[in-house]
């Protein structure tokens, strides 16, 4: 791939909210994680883990918490991207709580492209009341959910999301 097809790659990505609700295979999954285990993380401690969720029932109880979002009960798959505390806060202490959180969206990120690369749709979402989530999938409390991101079988968009000009992001030197 040159960096034309990584830019057009990234290009025609687009947050998918219906799906057909075709299934999503076992070794489509294994694909996803093995790319998200390619993500740089702090120390290389790797503080993410993610719950996968297929079951209906969960997925409806899940929508509830994201404040009644269809695509979360609608996606055939669920992956609730979590922050793992302990991992690096072992090694780093206070600072560990902001690199768990950096190392999951990394992973999160990571699993939204390979999902694309897979001609899979999907929507990240932050969306959601974490005391229901946490119940609704037993996390233990040095676990924190930080993106349930919805994955499914579909078409994209007409049109892509536009973009503030990237200028407006930038600062030289100082802000
Ligand atoms: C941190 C974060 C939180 C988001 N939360 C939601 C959400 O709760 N519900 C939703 O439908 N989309 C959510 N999105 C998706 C954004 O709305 C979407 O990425 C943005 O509008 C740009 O569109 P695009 O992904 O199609 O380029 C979230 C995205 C990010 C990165």
Not at 75 to 91: E, H
Request: hydrophobic content about 40%; glycine content about 6%; aromatic content about 8%.
């Amino acid at each position: 791939m040159d960096s034309s097809d990584f830019f057009q790659f990234l290009t025609t990505r687009s947050s998918v909210r219906e799906y057909t609700g075709a299934a999503i295979d076992d070794h489509e999954i294994t694909y996803l994680f093995d790319c998200a285990a390619t993500a740089p993380s702090a120390g290389n401690l790797e503080a993410w883990d993610a719950v996968i969720v297929r079951d209906p029932g969960r997925r409806e109880e899940l929508s509830e918490a994201a404040f009644g979002q269809q695509q979360v009960r609608e996606a055939p798959l669920l992956l609730i991207v979590c922050a793992n505390y302990v991992r690096s806060m072992s090694r780093y202490g206070e600072r560990g709580i902001l690199y768990a959180v950096q190392d999951a969206t990394i992973a999160g990120t990571y699993l939204m492209l390979a999902s694309h690369a897979r001609n899979l749709r999907s929507c990240w979402v932050g969306a959601f009341d974490e005391d229901p989530v946490r119940e609704i999938l037993s996390l233990p409390s040095h676990i924190r959910p930080v993106a349930i991101l919805c994955i499914g079988k579909g078409s994209l968009p007409r049109e892509l999301a536009d973009r503030m000009p990237v200028s407006e992001h930038l600062h030289h030197e100082t802000w």
